[in-house]
């Protein structure tokens, strides 16, 4: 019987550990802050609740995804929107090359004017904040 709950318990434990394991070390917070901050900027939120923040610093291009809320006191199921953004480089001063609101990206090659011009907007936000 001992070895029974023995074996259980080495069973269980690494699913435990899997389930509570840190977030990866190579995430990156200036490209997760910048990706909160296009959203903000874009939604004309002063306040916005992420739920998943992921970064990708290593990748080329660099960027960040994250699940957010403009909800207040929102509940885990409110995270259904998602914001991505793609910068030029993972160090600062960090330059935005493309976000996307759920289904549309904005960009400087976007084909319809108007989300050039609003990517071109959240651009020069970003500027303004360094």
């Not at 549309?104 to 970003?126: D, G």
Request: overall charge negative.
């Amino acid at each position: 019987m001992r070895h029974i709950l023995l074996l259980a318990t080495a069973l269980a434990l690494p699913a435990t550990l899997a389930l509570s394991a840190p977030p990866a070390a190579a995430q990156s917070p200036d490209l997760e802050a910048a990706c909160v901050n296009v959203a903000k900027s874009f939604l004309l939120s002063p306040v916005l609740n992420t739920g998943i923040v992921q970064s990708f610093p290593e990748l080329t291009p660099p960027g960040a995804r994250l699940t957010y809320t403009t909800r207040q006191n929102p509940e885990p199921t409110d995270f259904n929107d998602e914001v991505e953004c793609t910068f030029k480089n993972n160090t600062a001063p960090l330059e935005l090359v493309q976000f996307c609101m759920s289904d549309t990206c904005y960009s400087q090659a976007a084909e319809e004017p108007e989300q050039r011009r609003r990517f071109e907007e959240i651009k020069v936000l970003m500027m303004r904040r360094k």
